[in-house]
Nanobody
């Protein structure tokens, strides 16, 4: 059974940093998965924040987080991280870890966080940024 368990959420002041972790079980990062982070606020759709491929480390970042967030993984620990720096009030959301075992490169070369392609989801971790 695949499980994704997020940790590291919390309350932080604007300008501060947090690191989210997602521990995966039931599959290994040595398999070729797309793994990453989505976020959602009440009344809005869940949006892709950052994703990566476990095999070659190809990454995707939403424009809103480029230059501030960094996704990484520790394949030995089967864990993916999201380092979030220079946090803003608009980053406040529930952050979800997700994994896709059959991801594709759209148009042959474009990789992104495909909400509809994700096969597994964590329960979510709340990140609150106070202004």
């Amino acid at each position: 059974e695949v499980q994704l368990v997020e940790s590291g959420g919390g309350l932080v002041q604007a300008g501060g940093s947090l690191r989210l972790s997602c521990a995966a079980s039931g599959f290994t990062f040595d398999d070729d998965y797309a793994i990453g982070w989505f976020r959602q606020v009440p009344g809005k759709e869940r949006e892709g924040v950052s994703c990566m491929t476990s095999s070659d480390g190809t990454t995707y970042y939403a424009d809103s987080v480029k230059g501030r967030f960094t996704i990484s993984s520790d394949n030995a620990k089967n864990t993916v991280y999201l380092q979030m720096n220079t946090l803003k009030a608009e980053d406040t959301a529930v952050y979800y870890c997700a994994a896709d075992k059959d991801y594709v490169y759209y148009g042959g070369s474009y990789f992104y966080c495909d909400y509809y392609g994700m096969d597994y989801w964590g329960e979510g971790a709340l990140v609150t940024v106070s202004s």
